[in-house]
């Protein structure tokens, strides 16, 4: 009885562990199936028959990895023994973390990351194994969404190609071979030529769009084992591999006609498309990535300089490119100098030649750099590298802040006859830069200094570059009061073609025209010619350069309304904030600052 009894005990104890086994294996998320040891479906849950597309009587008892894991992704057998799976009851070896294709009965097929694990039975002599248990789920989502990440962190979003961290990847390994191989690779740098005027003129989108097309050009000029990457902005990167020199000038030379055939029609209006290309042989001899990157986009800034739209070949020992380097290091000079304000101002008087009478006290501010030894260095010095590498637009800043805050404030509450006017030089990335007028707006207002004490001197060339930005400065900043001058006018064939559209108070007439003033007719014509125009229109004119008395009694005869120059004045420091105000005659009144 009592036998009877656990007899019944054993198998309710039996039932319920099944029932709970159920359970179990119906409510995991995972696949969970079993096999024999000949590989046979002995138990399967739901979710794998959901997985796999069949219904349960079509697996149990059926050999499975012919009906679910029977060919590789490229279509190929997998046989039997040598699935992993097998090694579970074949070996007793359990395997954790696979990722194969599983296939479905309707004939497709899903990555499933998969353990199997023996299971052991206590035998009569030794425990054996007497089957499987094989747990798997679907990753493809998960995989996909890995590929997405990988793929958005290489590539660019724009136009599909890959990103500068992939390219200097691809050139590291690159650079790695070389070393091995001794192969003949070549790195070029593509710059878009005058790109911003297709997004000043037509608007971001039109560049984009630009940026997308040409592309597709260069691309369709490459083989397929070469990488196209975009590095950023209009800049473009390429990695020829087993290319000879001969062969890497006549690919890039390609890429050079491809974008010059191009036309890119935006709303009808058709603009032409140039690149400018630097080309760097790889050799075992370049240490690195940047050291290979400097060098190609050292060339193709040379391949810029020499009027765009070309190849440059870089050579270590090239001319240009130790100007270049020179120019580099001036970067570094310049920006200490801002930092340790090593930058210095002097002015040259502006002085009437008569009919206006004395007039109010006018200076060109001049900028100078006080070298580490304390010599003064000459603007023509460093303002080439500031330009190139875009620091005039925190050195023009420099120049303003220092002028109105600690010079004009000086002399703000001077009678309007006597307000001096403090003539500043504005490159063209200043021009550019559209929150100038607001900055001078308000360092006019902190200090309460009056708008008319600034006049702001723009270049010619600068001003017809950027006209429609030129336009928009001046306006903005003659609504405040303050005053302008365009700079160096005549110096190019088209001055007065502009000169209707730049309402400015001043026309300074180019050196090139004053100092021949004397024994040139010709150009004492063209000075005549600029000055009437000028009154015609309202605006008094300055003749720069004027370094005789002969050319100063000349510039009265024509009319010219003020000059500078050395037979006026020198420039001058301006003098230290606390020291005495400059007389008219643009000298400090310390003696000390005579020429
Ligand atoms: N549309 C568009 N413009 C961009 C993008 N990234 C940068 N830019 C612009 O590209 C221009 C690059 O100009 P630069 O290369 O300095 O000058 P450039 O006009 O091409 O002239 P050069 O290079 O001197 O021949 C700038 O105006 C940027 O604002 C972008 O993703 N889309």
Redesign the pocket.
Request: net charge negative; hydrophobic share 40%.
């Given at each position: 009885m009592k036998e009877i009894d656990e007899r019944r005990q054993a198998e309710q104890t039996l039932r319920q562990s099944e029932a709970r086994f159920r359970l179990l294996l119906e409510s995991a998320g995972e696949g969970i199936y079993g096999l024999d040891t000949e590989g046979r479906c002995t138990f399967v849950n739901e979710a794998a028959l959901t997985m796999l597309g069949y219904a349960r009587d079509e697996l149990l008892g059926r050999e499975t990895h012919s009906l679910i894991h029977h060919s590789h992704a490229d279509g190929s057998a997998y046989p039997a023994q040598e699935c992993p799976i097998y090694d579970a009851f074949h070996k007793g070896q359990p395997t954790h973390g696979l990722v194969e294709l599983l296939w479905r009965k309707d004939g497709s097929s899903f990555p499933a990351e998969y353990s199997a694990q023996p299971l052991r039975e206590a035998g009569q002599e030794a425990e054996r194994v007497s089957g499987a248990v094989v747990v798997f789920h679907d990753v493809a989502e998960s995989q996909a969404l890995r590929h997405l990440l990988s793929y958005q962190a290489t590539h660019d979003a724009?136009t599909g190609l890959v990103n500068r961290q992939e390219f200097e990847r691809q050139l590291e390994r690159m650079l790695i071979e070389i070393r091995g191989d001794g192969e003949a690779y070549a790195l070029l740098y593509l710059?878009?030529?005058?790109?911003?005027?297709?997004?000043?003129t037509c608007g971001?989108?039109?560049?984009?769009q630009?940026?997308r097309q040409i592309t597709a050009r260069l691309h369709e000029r490459l083989r397929g084992r070469d990488t196209l990457a975009r590095l950023?902005?209009?800049?473009f990167g390429v990695l020829l591999e087993h290319c000879p020199l001969d062969q890497a000038l006549r690919i890039a030379t390609e890429l050079r006609d491809a974008a010059q055939d191009y036309r890119f029609v935006w709303e009808g209006k058709p603009f032409s498309v140039s690149v400018?290309i630097g080309l760097v042989p790889l050799s075992a001899t370049i240490g690195s990535v940047s050291a290979a990157l400097a060098a190609a986009d050292a060339a193709c800034y040379a391949a810029?300089e020499q009027g765009?739209n070309r190849v440059h070949l870089y050579q270590p020992d090239d001319a240009l490119l130790t100007q270049q380097h020179t120019q580099m290091q001036w970067v570094s000079r310049l920006t200490h100098a801002l930092d340790t304000n090593r930058f210095r101002l002097y002015q040259q008087v502006i002085a009437p030649l008569g009919q206006h009478g004395q007039g109010r006290p006018h200076h060109e501010v001049l900028l100078r750099l006080l070298d580490e030894e304390g010599r003064v260095v000459e603007p023509m010095a460093f303002v080439p590298a500031a330009e190139r590498y875009n620091l005039m637009p925190a050195i023009d800043r420099w120049v303003v802040r220092e002028v109105i805050s600690h010079h004009a404030v000086q002399q703000r509450h001077a009678p309007l006859a006597e307000r001096p006017i403090f003539a500043v030089n504005l490159s063209g990335s200043s021009l550019a830069d559209e929150r100038l007028a607001e900055f001078v707006c308000g360092l006019l207002a902190e200090h309460g200094v009056p708008a008319d004490m600034l006049c702001f001197e723009i270049s010619e060339t600068t001003a017809i570059a950027n006209l429609s930005r030129a336009i928009e400065f001046i306006r903005a900043l003659k609504r405040e009061g303050c005053l302008f001058a365009l700079d160096n006018f005549g110096s190019s064939m088209s001055s007065f073609a502009y000169l209707k559209q730049l309402p400015v108070d001043f026309l300074k007439i180019d050196g090139s025209f004053i100092r021949t003033l004397a024994e040139d007719s010709l150009t004492r014509a063209m000075a005549d010619a600029i000055n009437r125009v000028a009154h015609v229109m309202a605006i008094e004119t300055v003749a720069e350069c004027a370094e005789s008395a002969p050319i100063l009694a000349l510039l009265k005869e024509l009319g010219v309304d003020h000059a500078q120059g050395y037979a006026l004045a020198r420039p001058q420091p301006l003098p230290e904030a606390d020291a005495p105000a400059p007389s008219a005659d643009g000298y400090g009144r310390n003696p000390a600052h005579r020429p």
């Amino acid at each position: 009885m009592k036998e009877i009894d656990e007899r019944r005990q054993a198998e309710q104890t039996l039932r319920q562990s099944e029932a709970r086994f159920r359970l179990l294996l119906e409510s995991a998320g995972e696949g969970i199936y079993g096999l024999d040891t000949e590989g046979r479906c002995t138990f399967v849950n739901e979710a794998a028959l959901t997985m796999l597309g069949y219904a349960r009587d079509e697996l149990l008892g059926r050999e499975t990895h012919s009906l679910i894991h029977h060919s590789h992704a490229d279509g190929s057998a997998y046989p039997a023994q040598e699935c992993p799976i097998y090694d579970a009851f074949h070996k007793g070896q359990p395997t954790h973390g696979l990722v194969e294709l599983l296939w479905r009965k309707d004939g497709s097929s899903f990555p499933a990351e998969y353990s199997a694990q023996p299971l052991r039975e206590a035998g009569q002599e030794a425990e054996r194994v007497s089957g499987a248990v094989v747990v798997f789920h679907d990753v493809a989502e998960s995989q996909a969404l890995r590929h997405l990440l990988s793929y958005q962190a290489t590539h660019d979003a724009l136009t599909g190609l890959v990103n500068r961290q992939e390219f200097e990847r691809q050139l590291e390994r690159m650079l790695i071979e070389i070393r091995g191989d001794g192969e003949a690779y070549a790195l070029l740098y593509l710059d878009l030529d005058r790109f911003k005027v297709v997004n000043d003129t037509c608007g971001h989108t039109a560049g984009d769009q630009l940026l997308r097309q040409i592309t597709a050009r260069l691309h369709e000029r490459l083989r397929g084992r070469d990488t196209l990457a975009r590095l950023g902005g209009d800049e473009f990167g390429v990695l020829l591999e087993h290319c000879p020199l001969d062969q890497a000038l006549r690919i890039a030379t390609e890429l050079r006609d491809a974008a010059q055939d191009y036309r890119f029609v935006w709303e009808g209006k058709p603009f032409s498309v140039s690149v400018s290309i630097g080309l760097v042989p790889l050799s075992a001899t370049i240490g690195s990535v940047s050291a290979a990157l400097a060098a190609a986009d050292a060339a193709c800034y040379a391949a810029k300089e020499q009027g765009r739209n070309r190849v440059h070949l870089y050579q270590p020992d090239d001319a240009l490119l130790t100007q270049q380097h020179t120019q580099m290091q001036w970067v570094s000079r310049l920006t200490h100098a801002l930092d340790t304000n090593r930058f210095r101002l002097y002015q040259q008087v502006i002085a009437p030649l008569g009919q206006h009478g004395q007039g109010r006290p006018h200076h060109e501010v001049l900028l100078r750099l006080l070298d580490e030894e304390g010599r003064v260095v000459e603007p023509m010095a460093f303002v080439p590298a500031a330009e190139r590498y875009n620091l005039m637009p925190a050195i023009d800043r420099w120049v303003v802040r220092e002028v109105i805050s600690h010079h004009a404030v000086q002399q703000r509450h001077a009678p309007l006859a006597e307000r001096p006017i403090f003539a500043v030089n504005l490159s063209g990335s200043s021009l550019a830069d559209e929150r100038l007028a607001e900055f001078v707006c308000g360092l006019l207002a902190e200090h309460g200094v009056p708008a008319d004490m600034l006049c702001f001197e723009i270049s010619e060339t600068t001003a017809i570059a950027n006209l429609s930005r030129a336009i928009e400065f001046i306006r903005a900043l003659k609504r405040e009061g303050c005053l302008f001058a365009l700079d160096n006018f005549g110096s190019s064939m088209s001055s007065f073609a502009y000169l209707k559209q730049l309402p400015v108070d001043f026309l300074k007439i180019d050196g090139s025209f004053i100092r021949t003033l004397a024994e040139d007719s010709l150009t004492r014509a063209m000075a005549d010619a600029i000055n009437r125009v000028a009154h015609v229109m309202a605006i008094e004119t300055v003749a720069e350069c004027a370094e005789s008395a002969p050319i100063l009694a000349l510039l009265k005869e024509l009319g010219v309304d003020h000059a500078q120059g050395y037979a006026l004045a020198r420039p001058q420091p301006l003098p230290e904030a606390d020291a005495p105000a400059p007389s008219a005659d643009g000298y400090g009144r310390n003696p000390a600052h005579r020429p």
